[in-house]
């Protein structure tokens, strides 16, 4: 079936390169979106995003916003932003239009909160549903105050490293992520949870053991948008560590008497030798997203360090699994202790030695 499939895919690519040749945006954008996301046989990023700047000035709406995707987590700041402004208000994408309300909801002021409204109800009106409960979430908090007036606003803000972190091996931080990025992530996980496994070291397969007993959804880099790929590039600097190490994001669900215990987050070498599970190298370090309080319980502890991290909202900790020599941390070992009321949500990226993203 994988070669039916890659088959299939490169004759896509083929169609798409004729396409694109007679001049179609919408080819170029396709065709760049197979290689930017290593859907193709042999993905070539430098070329695709030759093929979305030519799509994108073209002026289509869904290039520039891919471009967006593609180009902020690197320098081109005055790009993706541009990008982003002409996806939501000339193309009206309602992905955009989330994005913003996203990304102006983390800022401070009446004015910036009354932006983030109207685009995410912008973006709900034009059928996206996450957008839509976002926003009913936060009418619930905070009113029906909106304005289509965007305030001045630095771009850079949404991409700039956290202020005196990222230079240390572990480290814990508060107010990473808002409450709506806290809402969207637990949203787009919902409805994919499924029974969490753990890797048997032996073999390298997942397995459904006591050690490990909560649900989990990973989310598909497919469906991040840009506030999302800028939480990711946060969340990595925590890290100290290029986004583009990052394994697709796993959301983690703990009821009521459910716990991850002791364990490190490294991976057996049965797994590291697998050509595509290995391809990234180990992972060197996690980082861990609180989404919610927790009633009772559910710390995150560290025996060996001593520490018990107690669960708060828009927090993250970063760790790492691996020292400089490339050994394992002893000081890694951790647990999710059982959560005693309430749920537990957390977001958590395992990022690698080697990037395993085009952006």
């Not at 973006?123 to 001045?152: F, Q, V």
Request: proline share 7%; aromatic share 6%; glycine share 10%.
């Amino acid at each position: 079936m994988g070669e039916i499939s890659e088959g299939r895919i490169a004759e896509g690519e083929q169609r798409l390169e004729q396409l694109a040749a007679a001049g179609s945006a919408h080819a170029l954008l396709q065709w760049a979106r197979l290689h930017l996301y290593g859907l193709a046989p042999q993905p070539d990023a430098v070329r695709a995003l030759g093929h979305l700047d030519t799509a994108a000035e073209t002026g289509l709406g869904e290039a520039r916003y891919m471009r967006a995707l593609a180009t902020a987590t690197r320098s081109r700041q005055e790009v993706w932003w541009a990008d982003l402004l002409s996806a939501a208000h000339a193309a009206d994408l309602p992905l955009a239009w989330r994005s913003l309300g996203l990304l102006f909801g983390r800022l401070p002021g009446n004015d910036a909160q009354a932006f983030a409204q109207y685009a995410l109800l912008r973006a709900a009106r034009r059928g996206d549903g996450l957008a839509g409960a976002l926003a009913h979430a936060r009418t619930a908090r905070r009113g029906t105050d909106t304005s289509p007036e965007m305030p001045a606003v630095d771009p850079g803000t949404f991409t700039r490293r956290p202020e005196g972190l990222g230079n240390r091996h572990w480290q814990l931080a508060e107010g990473m992520l808002s409450e709506d990025e806290c809402l969207a992530i637990r949203l787009l996980a919902a409805g994919q949870l499924t029974p969490s496994q753990a890797i048997d070291p032996a073999s390298g397969a997942g397995l459904r053991l006591p050690i490990r007993t909560s649900d989990d959804a990973t989310l598909d880099p497919l469906i991040e948008d840009l506030a999302l790929v800028l939480l990711r590039t946060r969340l990595c600097a925590l890290a100290d560590t290029p986004p583009e190490n990052a394994e697709p994001l796993v959301v983690l669900r703990y009821r009521p008497g459910q716990e991850y215990r002791l364990h490190r987050d490294t991976l057996p070498p049965s797994l590291l030798a697998d050509p595509e599970q290995g391809r990234g190298g180990q992972r060197v370090a996690t980082v861990v997203a609180y989404l919610n309080a927790v009633t009772e319980g559910g710390e995150t502890a560290f025996p060996r360090r001593g520490l018990r991290i107690t669960p708060v909202p828009g927090a993250a900790l970063a760790f790492r699994n691996l020292t400089g020599d490339g050994s394992i941390d002893e000081d890694s070992l951790h647990a999710g202790l059982p959560v005693l009321r309430g749920e537990k949500w957390i977001a958590t990226f395992w990022l690698r030695q080697r990037p395993l993203r085009a952006f």
